[in-house]
């Protein structure tokens, strides 16, 4: 694999994406983004909430990513997410759904669990939107 990685998204419920690449960065739980390039230093860190980008065939394509750890290497990268998805796995109209769901709950809620509960939601479908190639 010389000048790519192996990147592995790995879910509990499913193997979401294994491919080389040449590039890659994604969402660290408390330090911003990494970027990795082929002959990283090995390391392994809390992924956050966001989008893992790579470079595939001179291409840049984008995959969501909620939680879960990083497991990095000069020639592999493994994150075990608690979700994750390619672009082909979402509904854009699901996510209209979902999104004027989470903002209907957030403005009727009242306790603070209930607040963070809702704009969580209301995030996750941004970054979702995101990876369709759309805002809000």
């Known amino acids: 694999m010389d000048g790519h990685l192996l990147l592995e998204v790995v879910t509990p419920q499913r193997k979401v994406f294994s491919a080389e690449v040449s590039e890659l960065s994604f969402p660290t739980a408390h330090r911003g983004y990494y970027g990795i390039l082929p002959g990283h230093t090995p390391v392994m860190t809390p992924v956050g ?4 980008t790579y470079i595939q065939n001179g291409q840049k ?3 969501t990513v909620f939680g879960g750890f990083a497991e990095v290497g000069p020639d592999r990268v493994t994150i075990l997410a608690r979700e994750s998805e390619t672009p082909e796995m979402l ?3 699901a996510l209209e ?3 004027q769901e989470a903002q209907k709950r957030l403005k009727e809620a009242q306790d603070p669990l209930a607040i963070a509960t809702a ?3 209301l995030d996750a479908t941004g970054i979702r939107f995101q990876a369709l190639g759309q805002t809000l």
Request: charged share 25%.
């Open 49 to 52: 909430d966001g989008l893992i």
């Open 61 to 63: 394509l984008l995959l």
């Open 91 to 93: 509904d854009a109209a």
């Open 97 to 99: 759904i979902a999104r």
């Open 119 to 121: 704009q969580a939601d």
